[in-house]
């Protein structure tokens, strides 16, 4: 079955970096867009990026010039690099399969912004 397992969320202080990642496993993941949403405390979900098969990505004016998606098709792996993290930014990240039709969700990643 689909699996989407994210990790590397945690407290980082304002200012700092983080990378978080998801394994996928399930379907094919090489011909497979992916994308990134999080959702803040008492907030909606808000999409955050996406990438095609190869490295075409779009990013959230929110996140734009401090984000960074990434993919390894060879381990199955997404990557969402954060540099210049805002208080802001805190929110659970999601790992979802899709881009404009979002089917399958990972468990969540908390990732944390605060001094």
């Known amino acids: 079955q689909v699996q989407l397992v994210e990790s590397g969320g945690g407290l980082v202080q304002p200012g700092g970096s983080l990378r978080v990642s998801c394994a996928a496993s399930g379907f094919t993941f090489s011909m497979t867009y992916m994308s990134w949403v999080r959702q803040a405390p008492g907030k909606g979900l808000e999409w955050v990026s996406s990438i095609n098969t190869g490295d075409r990505v779009d990013v959230a004016d929110s996140v734009k010039g401090r984000f960074t998606v990434s993919r390894d098709n060879a381990k199955k792996m997404l990557y969402l690099q954060m540099n210049s993290l805002k208080p802001e930014d805190t929110a659970l990240y999601y790992c979802?399969?899709?881009?404009?039709?979002?089917?399958?969700w990972g468990q969540g990643t908390l990732v944390t912004v605060s001094s």
């Open positions: 979802v399969r899709g881009s404009e039709t979002l089917d399958a």
